[in-house]
């Protein structure tokens, strides 16, 4: 906090931040009616507190959480924020796999934030002591969305929130909306590289599956949760069944035809009524971006931004190569 300048008033600011948001979370009951069903093993979400600079790339993030490890994007998870006329609802953002609230939202969430949208960010998933998160049980991490959306519902005075989630952030989501009695909380949901009806890993999930014990070999080098998200797993198929959208909310999907881990690409899609599906290839050919890229990507970004309030204009398209943020995601990885 000392590399700050004006180190002083900040350090105060973050300190009764942060005094507030453990009274907030000890005082506030939950609203959604998950809490008397809440499962074994269940642990309270993270909510990071430390406000850190806007970032431009997933590199420049992670570089970045090397020595923060509390980095909140710039503009999230102020507990004071009062949503306006403009933009009644708080937009609650959800991580993807193996990530965390700053690694993913570093440039999306002060993006919002400039917009007058109250942003929120929490980090789900996570183990004891973790540096990383969305790496633990989808199903769990789907309550510790619900616990936060309460508190964001109770921090803000808001009647709703928007959800959005990249990569399993909007399995989690979901699951929370569609089974877990959260759809009367949520006006919109977006799924940023959802992966809808999982994915086949380019045809390895077929041939792992008639492999006994290929799965849980696999879990035990990545993850519980990236088994979860496979095309035809439990979890997945338990979030479909019966309709993988509810009344009341409004889902839109934004996907890549050459996102790298969701295959195939109509996976991403939702089937159910209401849904709005969009690739960003048929509004923007020439962006190529992959599922890496899809938060750090401009024109995502500014897609996204038109979603959430529709008088923004759609963004302009640019050029991006084919595997752009690859690099990033694998020098993150092993940092």
Same mark, same amino acid.
């Given at each position: 906090?000392?590399?700050?300048?004006?180190?002083?008033?900040?350090?105060?600011?973050?300190?009764?931040?942060?005094?507030?948001?453990?009274?907030?979370?000890?005082?506030?009951?939950?609203?959604?009616?998950?809490?008397?069903?809440?499962?074994?093993?269940?642990?309270?979400?993270?909510?990071?507190?430390?406000?850190?600079?806007?970032?431009?790339?997933?590199?420049?993030?992670?570089?970045?959480?090397?020595?923060?490890?509390?980095?909140?994007?710039?503009?999230?998870?102020?507990?004071?924020?009062?949503?306006?006329?403009?933009?009644?609802?708080?937009?609650?953002? $959800?991580?993807?796999?193996?990530?965390?609230?700053?690694?993913?939202?570093?440039?999306?969430?002060?993006?919002?934030?400039?917009?007058?949208?109250?942003?929120? $960010?929490?980090?789900?998933?996570?183990?004891?002591?973790?540096?990383?998160?969305?790496?633990? !049980?989808?199903?769990?991490?789907?309550?510790?969305?619900?616990?936060?959306?309460?508190?964001?519902?109770?921090?803000?005075?808001?009647?709703?929130?928007?959800?959005?989630?990249?990569?399993?952030?909007?399995?989690?989501?979901?699951?929370?909306?569609?089974?877990?009695?959260?759809?009367?909380?949520? !006006?919109?949901?977006?799924?940023?590289?959802?992966?809808?009806?999982?994915?086949?890993?380019?045809?390895?999930?077929?041939?792992?599956?008639?492999?006994?014990?290929?799965?849980?070999?696999?879990?035990?080098?990545?993850?519980?949760?990236?088994?979860?998200?496979?095309?035809?797993?439990?979890?997945?198929?338990?979030?479909?069944?019966?309709?993988?959208?509810?009344?009341?909310?409004?889902?839109?999907?934004?996907?890549?035809?050459?996102?790298?881990?969701?295959?195939?690409?109509?996976?991403?899609?939702?089937?159910?009524?209401?849904?709005?599906?969009?690739?960003?290839?048929?509004?923007?050919?020439?962006?190529?971006?992959?599922?890496?890229?899809?938060?750090?990507?401009?024109?995502?970004?500014?897609?996204?931004?038109?979603?959430?309030?529709?008088?923004?204009?759609?963004?302009?398209?640019?050029?991006?190569?084919?595997?752009?943020?690859?690099?990033?995601?694998?020098?993150?990885?092993?940092?």
């Amino acid at each position: 906090m000392a590399q700050w300048n004006g180190a002083r008033n900040w350090c105060f600011s973050q300190w009764r931040q942060a005094a507030l948001i453990v009274g907030a979370v000890a005082a506030t009951a939950w609203s959604s009616g998950v809490a008397g069903a809440v499962p074994v093993g269940y642990r309270p979400p993270e909510m990071p507190a430390a406000s850190a600079p806007a970032q431009q790339t997933r590199q420049d993030a992670s570089t970045y959480l090397r020595s923060h490890d509390d980095a909140v994007p710039l503009g999230a998870n102020d507990i004071g924020c009062v949503p306006g006329v403009r933009h009644p609802r708080p937009v609650v953002l $959800a991580h993807g796999t193996d990530s965390s609230a700053y690694a993913d939202w570093a440039a999306i969430a002060p993006d919002l934030a400039a917009d007058g949208f109250c942003v929120f $960010a929490l980090n789900y998933g996570g183990r004891p002591g973790a540096e990383r998160f969305g790496t633990e !049980d989808v199903v769990l991490s789907a309550y510790q969305v619900g616990e936060f959306v309460d508190q964001v519902l109770a921090w803000t005075g808001a009647q709703k929130v928007d959800l959005v989630g990249f990569s399993q952030g909007a399995t989690v989501t979901r699951y929370y909306v569609n089974k877990l009695g959260g759809a009367g909380n949520v !006006d919109l949901w977006v799924g940023l590289a959802s992966p809808s009806y999982g994915g086949d890993m380019y045809g390895l999930v077929p041939i792992a599956e008639s492999i006994p014990g290929a799965l849980q070999a696999f879990a035990a080098v990545t993850s519980v949760a990236v088994v979860q998200q496979a095309q035809g797993s439990p979890v997945i198929t338990d979030l479909n069944a019966g309709g993988d959208t509810v009344p009341g909310v409004r889902y839109v999907t934004v996907g890549s035809r050459v996102d790298e881990m969701i295959q195939p690409f109509g996976n991403i899609a939702l089937r159910g009524e209401g849904a709005r599906n969009i690739a960003v290839q048929d509004r923007c050919p020439e962006d190529l971006t992959g599922h890496f890229q899809m938060v750090y990507d401009p024109y995502v970004r500014g897609l996204l931004r038109h979603l959430l309030d529709p008088t923004i204009p759609e963004p302009a398209c640019h050029t991006v190569d084919l595997g752009t943020g690859i690099p990033e995601v694998i020098i993150g990885a092993h940092s």
